[in-house]
């Protein structure tokens, strides 16, 4: 992995194109617990797919949400809200003061650049019911105030502020649960896109991630020398 990485000095990265055209919205969820070449592996993937015109979405977590983050925010061009698309990153926060990056900006002070406090959407409501179908938990989801938070905002993830804007799909990194299912908290994410048919690529999987790194090395080799 290291190999394909690495083309992507400071030098390259400050060459990556500015977007021309919104392509459509991605989804980036995970573990904390993602290793960090793997993380490393997510930053640069959201940085490409933004030049490529994707914006992103994710939850504001360490790990995985934080390394697509971090990706957008550093990418040369970065510009919160520009022309191409209302916003160019959604960054759904469960409540106010959450897991907010060292020395990043303060979220929710400036929602241009795409912290959402998702209790204040107009579907949270909605989407607090309709959590309850996906978490293991069900209905007694609502004696835990914080987790039913923290998931009530995953729904918001690949689906958008509206719940009707769904991304073209889901990437994550997180335990294999069986042949088809993901562990921890990111599986929320995973079953709502499921269920409303966003094909999803989960890097715990050595053939996803190989996938990601020759896609990374023809864009290195095409688009930056």
């Not at 042949?179 to 929320?188: H, N």
Request: net charge positive; aromatic share 12%.
């Amino acid at each position: 992995m290291s190999a394909v990485l690495d083309l992507y000095t400071p030098e390259h990265w400050s060459r990556l194109p500015p977007p021309t055209v919104f392509r459509g919205w991605l989804t980036g969820v995970g573990s904390r617990d993602t290793p960090p070449n793997a993380c490393r592996l997510l930053t640069i993937f959201a940085g490409v797919t933004y030049s490529l015109g994707y914006q992103w979405r994710s939850g504001g977590a360490k790990g995985a949400d934080e390394a697509i983050e971090h990706g957008v925010l550093t990418h040369p061009h970065y510009r919160p809200g520009t022309a191409l698309t209302d916003l160019s990153l959604e960054i759904y926060l469960p409540w106010n003061g959450f897991a907010p990056i060292q020395g990043g900006p303060k979220k929710y002070e400036d929602f241009s650049r795409g912290y959402i406090n998702t209790p204040l959407l107009s579907p949270y409501e909605h989407a607090k019911d309709a959590i309850t179908y996906y978490h293991p938990l069900g209905d007694r989801i609502r004696e835990k105030r914080g987790v039913w938070a923290l998931h009530t905002r995953n729904m918001f993830q690949p689906l958008g502020q509206d719940l009707k804007t769904p991304s073209e799909r889901l990437y994550c990194w997180a335990p294999l649960k069986g042949e088809d299912d993901i562990e921890g908290g990111t599986r929320t994410a995973w079953q709502v896109a499921r269920k409303h048919r966003i094909p999803t690529v989960n890097l715990y999987n050595g053939d996803a991630q190989s996938r990601l790194l020759a896609f990374l090395a023809k864009y290195a080799q095409t688009a930056l020398t």
